[in-house]
DNA sequence: AATGAATGAGGCTTCATTCAT
DNA sequence: CATGAATGAAGCCTCATTCAT
């Protein structure tokens, strides 16, 4: 009934006419689906929080209709679920090879690590993960505590392993590395809150270039 | 949204004071009201979020029935605004006049500071502030955009003119303190939210103990 | 908004103009509602079946909105669970006493219990009964089993007693019962249903009079 | 309700023909299609009603899916009105033949005829019927009120006739057999209820073997 | 001032129906 | 002929808001 607003349906190469002549594509297939309203919620959730974002916002988001998010999630807050666990959880492991690979000082491979994590907030619609959880922690507590430990502690965990491997190869004063890897931390899901919070009216970023 | 012919709602007193005046010692206390009101909206909403919050949880919590809440706020949305603006701006004032009256060193200043900060976090239903105002940032822009200009610019000036105070004192090293600034407050702030989000499955302290 | 339109206003003697002029009676009181609704339902569950009814035609039919039935029932399955529980078990205990009380003879007992029950069928909307049980049999197993148990088991007990009654007596010859309480009931409740699915477009009674 | 410019629903033959005349062996039974999806609309139908049955419940105990369904009938309410008119209807031929060539007593035919019904009743998927034609009676009154033309009054004709059969042979005493078909039939009907109803969770069979 | 029964717009969800493959 | 992904109308239910008491 209504040709789907999204992705300009590509007009076809007219080669034979034994076929129906224009089959535009057809609607997206099943298996590119799921993610592409995972990114559409992702964006909603993002911005209005849970109860306020509205099915019909993410569907139309995602270039679907109503229905056709519910053949892929059973509910709402299962997309939530869905969102948070899939989604969100995607991209420590990047980190995580860094600090594998790395064989610099300790100071430079936390520096590489966080012009990363500045990349990642500027670009990456992940930068509204924080936001999200914040804001539903209230409402799914298992998203926080699940988010709190296959995030926030694997992150922790990572900045501390290099503050440790600093430690260890004379680079830092010695410390427990806690409330470091802390303080080194909080600046930069500030910056991502910044971003998802004020980008809004103000594009004066919280923390452009930081010198340590 | 829709302005309904009653009556007007009256702004609440801001701020406190000291000594209610004089209270007409009619049935009940009167000027109490709107405040109980606006403390029981400020934990629902931090529980739940703006559209999560229902306007019987806030009259429950305030001990009142749901008509009445409408006796002193219009809407929902009137309710919030007047939360944000009376409830939250409140206390940096006395943030202001303890770096006003201080006369140590600003190190000791800003440890003061901090101290008083992460107390408030502890104990003050002000700390979810940040929380509150993240979560919707995206349905009222303008609560946003009026918290990071009455508290959070105003507290960031606060310590920015600490550490320029330690600076022309010959205190602290050359800084423009804009970073510096930001950086000591991050982990603050992340304080206040990491109790509001955290707090209700997991007991332990983001920052308990700092030795900056 | 909009004035109830079922229940007339009804128009109320001008005594004193001191109170506003016309508090047509408020909408009705608490008590009463719940009763309305269920009778409400009764007839629209009748009708249309427990799927195909609609609430918003019970709550037109019992002459209030659409949200208040919910303030006294949960749910749709809520309220058609009431109604078999409080509507439909009603009137067997009519029958019980009347058998209690009755001397005369067994014969002249049970053509009294017919014409109560064919009166009954007639001019209550309890008529409706099996209809109802028999169209949400498969959907509301629990519900058949209840009526099965404390309606038509009781039921035909009562029958039965009444023939045990008669042989005692030595006004009927001896039998079990059981097969004659089926057949003498069976004819009754068929009636029921006739009217129930056919009085629609054809007025013709199943069983306006018998003879036995 | 919407006539959609596609294939036009062919008529399904009606009753039975005891040899498939010559089936063009195509790409699978194609005559028995219909039929198997009728007969599953039947059994869900039964179960559920009408509104709460779902097109892909059918669809799935006909081993079909959805879309199929709509190859042999246009919807829903087409798929139902042929389900009563040419699956119910079927049966009652047989009971006509019956009457026509037994030259017994009146009373063992009606033995004999009793005996059919409760073997059909206890065996064919037939016995839906009326729970079907009763649920939907208020939905469905054209199919209501067919059922009671096609199928009620000619199977309580079918009665009478046999009534009156034997009272001309002076078997009988003379009555208008009117109030004695029904009598004769309610415990008919009420058994097929029964089982349709009752058999889920209680298996008394509810008229097993009478003695008239 | 306070109450809480009543209202109805609006959101989530289901499911009959369509149609490209 | 058959499929099943997609659609969107429609129904259940919630909850902000009103208003007679």
């Known amino acids: 009934m209504k040709s789907p607003p999204l992705k300009s349906p590509k007009a076809q190469p007219s080669g034979e006419a034994t076929e129906p002549p224009a089959p535009q594509k057809w609607r997206r297939r099943k298996g590119a689906r799921p993610q592409e309203i995972l990114a559409a919620a992702m964006a909603v959730f993002a911005e209005k929080g849970f109860s306020a974002a509205r099915m019909e916002d993410v569907a139309a988001r995602a270039g679907v209709s109503k229905g056709t998010v519910y053949l892929y999630y059973t509910s709402k807050q299962d997309m939530f679920r869905a969102l948070v666990r899939e989604g969100i959880t995607a ?7 860094m600090v594998e690979r790395f064989d610099g000082s300790s100071a430079e491979l936390l520096r590489l690590l966080l012009g990363a994590a500045v990349h990642a907030i500027q670009t990456s619609p992940l930068a509204a993960a924080p ?8 409402n799914f507590p298992e998203m926080a505590e699940f988010y709190r430990r296959e995030v926030i502690d694997v992150g922790l965990g990572l900045v501390m392993q290099i503050i440790r491997r600093g430690v260890e190869r004379g680079e830092f004063r010695a410390t427990g590395g806690e409330y470091a890897a802390r ?30």
Not at 191 to 201: M, P, V, Y
């Open 91 to 97: 991209n420590l492991r990047t980190g995580a090879e």
């Open 131 to 138: 936001k999200i959880i914040i804001s539903e922690s209230g």
């Open 183 to 212: 303080l080194f931390i909080a600046p930069v899901v500030l910056a991502a809150l910044w971003k998802s919070c004020f980008d809004q009216f103000d594009k004066t970023p919280f923390d452009a270039a930081s010198d340590n």
